[in-house]
């Protein structure tokens, strides 16, 4: 390539065509055609910037021009400005500043292995972990069976040879020649699979068949129909998923060949790979060559050292195929669904266990369960923090919870003896659940535990009253120890001292913080599955619990997790990760925090990011996305599920649970705690059985609206109630509600047709 260029004339009579005149020192120019255009430059001075003129190889023509700072003109600013000494060093300075500069970058960035340190890109780096942690803890959980996907491994893990993938099947296609120094795929060495065609059979048509026992999600078959990135829309992802699982119950509709829409599978006894080697071998990892850096392109949080000694992992776990299992409840993987509440019991965890009954094979159409089922039973957990985010439970705090419970009408149903094998109330202790993580125990003290998304709630050190034990006295409704009872009457004002969500301005925004580290905490010492109170489940949950890996859901259009739905695997590398990282970065659990722990560290695939769909099908409508094409109900607002619009309003009463979101596995309303889900009927309507938590519930109700109770309202003689006193169009949230109501009180079966025995 030929580079020209072009200096314009200089004042200096040395540097002009004309001679200099020897009487005054001045130039003269010749009579030339451009001694006028010369005498314009010198009377102008040099331009701080002149054309570069480039021929592109194989083209003469044209040339391509840019514009360069002219040296020469630097050079004069800087004598005159500076004199000529120190305005020749300087510029020499700067010169060789450049030089460096230059130099460092290309050595520092200049191979493909590098990458820009994320301060150039957006947020700071959190990555406190070497490039042999990184490895080590993929090649954990995939021998651990966490990972049985096709996803690509991200090149800047660096792996040399393909990790064997007990929970993969062999590949039918031969593996391609490597190309590359590192390994993007794992190399399948488990059970065959069998996809199921689940359909509903005569005469059992009205109602959709209950999941096969074992059976597992294809998750990269779901993301192939369901991933936004890809342009999936969720009308069309919903029906896949129902269709495949058979929700359908005998209205399927011809569409041709669906096989391609099988996503659950059973994996087959007896043809693992026998010859894999069930422990991780970490002395086969390789790595690129990075010279003397083996974490060259690894951005590392700046002021923080690697993290040393490298991370301590267990022995890999074995992957085993459900049918194989010594019991039908894998020990190593519970089937618990978790739950974080704070304050009084009110509807919505309420209708969030209702919803849990109703979906979910707890057995309850048994009078005991079988002891020759092939399913696993699910439980649900409800951890309860008895007071304020800050506070500290005393040693009564367990007995004062279940008083509490058993006084609540929204709670007290779940304690009844038919539920206490599947329901169970547990008291969260912060101290006690962080010293229950070893990453945790020895610093958590030091750090702020209110921490969320960088922004720190200051929680200030106070005299706390002390029960005859020394420890704090906190009751389950009351505000901070040591006040008295008008601070606590008031204590909803300060953020301090709340107890739950009671209106939009007085949001308990601690409890929310805390609930962000609770969840994590949960799921990697018990293992199981963190839900937000807010959330409805709406299908058995069976196939989701037999696939093994970690996940999250997609934070509505951005590439971010949600972790209103989240699994971790019990103590396993990927949550010990977490919590190291977190401790070096504030104790921040707040899901887009969480999304750059993962993103730095490229561990993003090992918690699978599902698509909103499966789990929030109707965030993106609510940002006003794919609103040509919704699913079906269409809300662009969340309110709309308690207030459903006008126009809309007879699709609940006549399309019922059925037709809500068919296909998702739950549906998260996004708080709203402060909206009644049946503001006519805002108590629980669960029959004889439970009528006396219902009369506090109807009294309590109709003294918020100002009416006056009747004798009536106290006696088994109920007030014989009218559809005049009922709302004539019933809201979505009504019908959910009314709908699992029915089921307890036994006059509908479950989703899945089976009648509840008492």
Request: aromatic share 12%; hydrophobic share 35%.
């Amino acid at each position: 390539m030929v580079t020209t260029v072009r200096f314009a004339s200089s004042q200096r009579p040395t540097r002009a065509r004309g001679r200099l005149n020897s009487i005054n020192g001045l130039p003269i120019y010749s009579s030339s055609s451009s001694s006028a255009v010369q005498e314009k430059l010198a009377l102008r001075g040099l331009p701080w910037w002149i054309p570069v003129s480039f021929s592109l190889p194989g083209l003469a023509s044209p040339r391509l021009q840019l514009l360069a700072l002219n040296p020469r003109k630097v050079h004069e600013f800087t004598v005159t400005r500076f004199g000529r000494i120190r305005g020749t060093l300087l510029l020499c300075l700067s010169v060789l500043v450049l030089t460096f500069t230059t130099f460092a970058l290309a050595q520092r960035f200049g191979t493909q292995a590098k990458q820009w340190p994320t301060p150039f890109t957006g947020d700071p780096s959190t990555l406190i972990f070497k490039r042999e942690d990184l490895q080590r803890i993929w090649q954990w959980e995939i021998a651990s069976g966490h990972y049985p996907s096709r996803r690509k491994i991200p090149e800047q893990i660096a792996l040399r040879i393909p990790p064997d993938n007990p929970a993969l099947p062999p590949s039918r296609h031969p593996i391609a020649k490597r190309t590359r120094p590192f390994v993007s795929n794992t190399r399948g060495a488990g059970p065959k699979r069998v996809y199921l065609d689940l359909q509903s059979q005569s005469p059992n048509t009205a109602y959709p068949p209950r999941p096969v026992a074992g059976s597992i999600a294809d998750m990269d078959i779901i993301m192939e129909h369901c991933d936004f990135s890809q342009k999936r829309y969720v009308r069309d992802c919903l029906e896949v998923l129902r269709v495949g699982a058979g929700l359908d119950n005998g209205k399927r509709m011809r569409r041709g060949n669906m096989d391609d829409w099988q996503y659950i599978y059973l994996e087959q006894e007896g043809t693992a790979n026998t010859s894999f080697p069930r422990d991780a071998n970490y002395s086969d990892i390789g790595s690129v060559d990075f010279g003397s850096d083996p974490d060259s392109g690894l951005s590392k949080k700046r002021g923080i050292d690697w993290e040393k000694p490298p991370i301590p992992l267990p022995a890999s776990r074995r992957h085993q195929v459900y049918s194989s299992l010594p019991s039908r409840c894998d020990p190593e993987s519970p089937r618990i669904f978790h739950m974080f509440w704070t304050g009084p019991f009110t509807d919505k965890p309420y209708l969030t266990l209702l919803s849990f009954l109703f979906t979910q094979n707890t057995g309850l159409h048994f009078a005991s369960w079988p002891k020759d089922s092939l399913a696993c039973r699910p439980k649900f957990h409800v951890w309860i923090n008895p007071g304020p985010a800050a506070a500290v439970p005393n040693a009564s705090a367990v007995r004062n919870m279940y008083q509490e419970l058993a006084a609540n009408p929204w709670a007290s149903p779940f304690l009844h003896p038919r539920f206490k094998d599947v329901i169970e109330f547990k008291l969260w202790n912060t101290t006690e659940q962080l010293d229950g993580v070893a990453e945790l125990r020895e610093e958590w003290r030091l750090k702020d535990l209110f921490n969320s998304a960088g922004h720190v709630v200051a929680v200030p050190s106070q005299v706390k009253e002390t029960d005859d034990d020394g420890e704090a006295a906190v009751n389950m409704n009351a505000g901070m120890p040591g006040q008295t009872g008008t601070a606590r009457r008031n204590s909803e004002d300060d953020i301090l001292h709340r107890t739950g969500s009671k209106s939009s301005s007085t949001y308990d925004r601690l409890s929310v913080i805390l609930s962000d580290l609770a969840r994590f905490i949960l799921c990697h010492r018990f293992g199981g599955i963190y839900l937000d109170a807010d959330t409805i489940l709406l299908r058995d949950w069976e196939e989701v619990w037999g696939w093994k890996g970690a996940f999250a859901y997609r934070w509505s259009r951005l590439a971010k997790y949600n972790t209103a739905v989240l699994h971790l695997n019990k103590e396993s590398a990927l949550g010990k990760f977490l919590f190291k990282t977190a401790l070096k970065n504030g104790l921040d659990f707040h899901p887009m925090t969480v999304s750059r722990y993962l993103k730095d560290a490229h561990l993003e695939e090992l918690l699978f990011r599902l698509p909103d769909a499966l789990f929030d099908p109707a965030w993106l409508n609510t940002e006003g996305y794919q609103i040509h094409r919704p699913p079906q109900p269409l809300f662009t607002s969340f309110e709309d599920f308690f207030a459903t619009p006008v126009l809309d309003s007879a699709a609940p009463q006549v399309l019922g649970f059925d037709g809500f979101f068919k296909g998702a596995f739950s549906y998260h309303y996004h708080n709203f705690w402060w909206r009644p889900f049946d503001p006519a009927r805002n108590w629980p309507d669960l029959g004889l059985r439970f009528i006396a938590g219902e009369r506090i519930a109807r009294q309590a109700a109709r003294k918020s609206v100002g009416l006056v109770t009747t004798p009536n309202d106290e006696t088994d003689e109920e007030v014989e109630e009218k559809v005049e006193d009922d709302r004539r169009d019933l809201d979505w949230a009504t019908v959910l509600k009314r709908t699992c109501e029915a089921y307890i009180r036994g006059e509908r079966p479950s989703m899945y047709g089976e009648w509840l025995v008492w």
